[in-house]
């Protein structure tokens, strides 16, 4: 079983519409989470880490739920500029453990 | 500030040929990394050094060599390159443990 599991999507919105997705994660002893955004063949960047009482930036909002062992983001007014890859990354100790990424794509 | 940087961005290799990747960040971050992306697999680390003349394993280092010499700079060697090292390398650096990541541009590794 992989350790960090993500539906692959492609999700496929319009532009103002709200989308969301989840994580699992496999190990228990987890101990941080981000979730971060790849554009098409560029480098992952921090989209934002994710705290055990949720928290949002804008119109991102993430949660964690340890105890079913998942994390989810929420993008509310979806914008054109928010088609991309999404990786959930939990770390352990040194490890970063990458989700192999949820595609949004926002349509006009 | 020009945060991590790889060269070279792409190159080909014919099977059993050898190479150097360079990851250079101005950060001064303590800690490095090298990850392969291929499709549908995520990014998975091949070694990282958490300082100075330190390395270790990640979860996929056959065939693979580093070295951190110098602080800034962290390289990964392909002694004999074979096809199922194609793929994009990602060098990251943070300044702590579980701290955030800073990628570099990747490099595009081809192998015939």
């Known amino acids: 079983r992989k350790e960090v599991e993500q539906d692959p999507g492609p999700f496929n919105v319009p532009e103002g519409a709200t989308v969301a997705f989840n994580c699992t994660y496999s190990?228990?002893?987890?101990?941080?989470f981000f979730w971060y955004r790849q554009d098409c063949r560029k480098e992952p960047k921090l989209l934002m880490s994710?705290?055990?009482s949720g928290n949002e930036d804008g119109r991102f909002t993430a949660q964690l739920n340890r105890a079913s062992q998942y994390i989810s983001l929420l993008i509310r007014d979806s914008k054109l500029s928010d088609s991309a890859t999404y990786l959930c990354?939990?770390?352990?100790?040194?490890?970063?453990?990458f989700g192999a990424g949820t595609t949004v794509t926002v349509r006009a | 500030n020009a945060g991590v940087t790889q060269t070279p961005k792409f190159r080909v290799l014919k099977t059993g040929q050898s190479m150097t990747l360079l990851c250079a960040q101005d950060?001064?971050?303590?800690?490095m990394y090298w990850y392969r992306q291929d499709p549908g697999m995520g990014l998975r680390l091949i070694h990282y050094?958490?300082?100075?003349?330190?390395?270790a394993k990640g979860e996929v280092p056959d065939g693979y060599n580093v070295s951190r010499l110098k602080k800034q700079n962290f390289l990964l060697g392909l002694e004999s390159a074979a096809p199922s090292q194609t793929s994009v390398y990602f060098c990251?650096?943070?300044?702590?443990?579980?701290?955030?990541?800073?990628f570099g541009p990747g490099t595009r590794l081809l192998v015939l």
């Open positions: 990251a650096s943070s300044p702590v443990q579980q701290e955030t990541q800073y």
């Open positions: 950060m001064n971050h303590e800690y």
């Open positions: 190990n228990s002893a987890s101990q941080s």
């Open positions: 990354v939990v770390t352990r100790g040194y490890k970063l453990s």
């Open positions: 050094s958490v300082g100075e003349g330190t390395t």
């Open positions: 994710v705290y055990s």
